[in-house]
């Protein structure tokens, strides 16, 4: 399996951005998938992440409210719709995937979002 980030670019402060996680290879159906950021000088660290047959989970006051994860099935899509950007908001946003219960095991390769004026 295969994810494919996209969506990322250069936004202007409470601007909006909606990423894209596709899954491509094998038969896919994970236990969850996910979305994590690393900003600069720093380490990655979790944002939201999706149950595939429910529940929904967000990193705290950082992103809740802003950020909304979603995902399509048929498509083998996870998505992070984020409003309100901030500046502390840029970082390279990763997409990862749970496929059997047991930990983020399928990670893509990143998406760049700059939050800047």
């Known amino acids: 399996v295969q994810l494919q980030a996209s969506g990322g670019g250069v936004v202007e402060p409470g601007g909006s951005l909606r990423l894209s996680c596709v899954a491509s290879g094998r038969s896919f159906s994970p236990y969850a998938m996910g979305w994590f950021r690393q900003a600069p000088g720093k380490e990655r660290g979790f944002v939201a992440h999706?149950?595939?047959?429910?529940?929904?989970?967000y990193n705290g006051d950082s992103v809740q409210g802003r950020f909304f994860i979603s995902k399509d099935s048929t498509k083998n899509a996870v998505f992070l719709q984020m409003s309100s950007l901030k500046p502390e908001d840029t970082a390279v946003y990763f997409c990862a995937a749970d496929s059997e219960a047991l930990g983020w095991d399928v990670w893509g390769q990143g998406t760049l979002v700059t939050v800047s004026s």
């Open positions: 999706i149950n595939w047959y429910g529940g929904i989970s």
